[in-house]
């Protein structure tokens, strides 16, 4: 069964410097990989997926993230914090043709 | 011109009343979707529904019940509701066949059970 590790449940950083937030995922087929943002009391919004086609994706707001197999995993990375990007991040698995699962999130703080 | 719409944003009702939320999707996609973001944010899928098939996660209690008038449309119906029951429930839409499964969310229903 597909499922989702999200390795640190809150993450804090300085205005200006790298964002890391670390996305581990388990399938038996070749998934399709998601992070979606979701800021206070409101829905969640996609920033990246990968779909088999290139294993570094970029996305809105200056993300990115690379898909290793070999580690299973597809970290989501930012050179640098702005205080807007303070939010909840989820990573989440599809294997074609189901729902997605989510990871239990990562809780991003950026101080001045 | 919202891709996914939900209402009511906010519902709060006492235990053992039965209630309804609402959700369309204007964006021709085949699956809809119900998940659960509970107090701790945690999401879980609770149904997704297309044309042919209802697949329901197995954890989700029987006072649960999602109704699909037609393709755009697919509305969470509670019964008995209970305290625990208090969360904010997300409608989402996807296209599987032919697609990338990437979800498209509404707004959230805040449910809140006294």
């Known amino acids: 069964a597909q499922s989702v590790t999200q390795l640190g449940s809150h993450v804090s950083v300085s205005e200006g410097a790298l964002v890391l937030l670390r996305c581990n995922y388990s399938?038996?087929?070749?998934?399709?990989l998601f992070w979606y943002v979701q800021y206070p009391n409101q829905g969640l919004q996609l920033l990246l997926k990968y779909t088999s086609a290139a294993t570094l994706v970029k996305g809105i707001n200056g993300f990115e993230a690379e898909f290793k197999k070999s580690e299973t995993s597809f970290h989501l990375t930012k050179p640098s914090a702005h205080m807007s990007d303070a939010a909840e991040y989820f990573c989440a698995v599809s294997e074609a043709g189901t729902a997605l699962i989510f990871g239990k999130g990562t809780t991003l703080s950026v101080s001045s | 011109d919202t891709a996914v719409s939900q209402t009511p944003k906010y519902l709060v009702t006492q235990m053992g009343n039965d209630k309804s939320i609402k959700c369309e999707q204007n964006?021709?996609?085949?699956?809809m979707y119900w998940y659960k973001q509970d107090s701790k944010k945690f999401l879980k899928i609770m149904f997704s529904?297309?044309?042919?098939?209802?697949?329901i996660n197995e954890t989700v209690p029987n006072r649960f019940s999602p109704k699909s008038p037609d393709k755009a449309h697919l509305n969470l119906h509670i019964n008995s509701l209970e305290l625990g029951d208090s969360a904010v429930y997300f409608c989402a839409s996807s296209q599987i066949q032919g697609g990338d499964a990437e979800a498209f969310f509404g707004q959230g229903t805040r449910l809140t059970v006294v």
């Open positions: 529904y297309n044309n042919k098939e209802l697949i």
């Open positions: 964006l021709g996609h085949d699956t």
């Open positions: 399938s038996s087929v070749p998934p399709y």
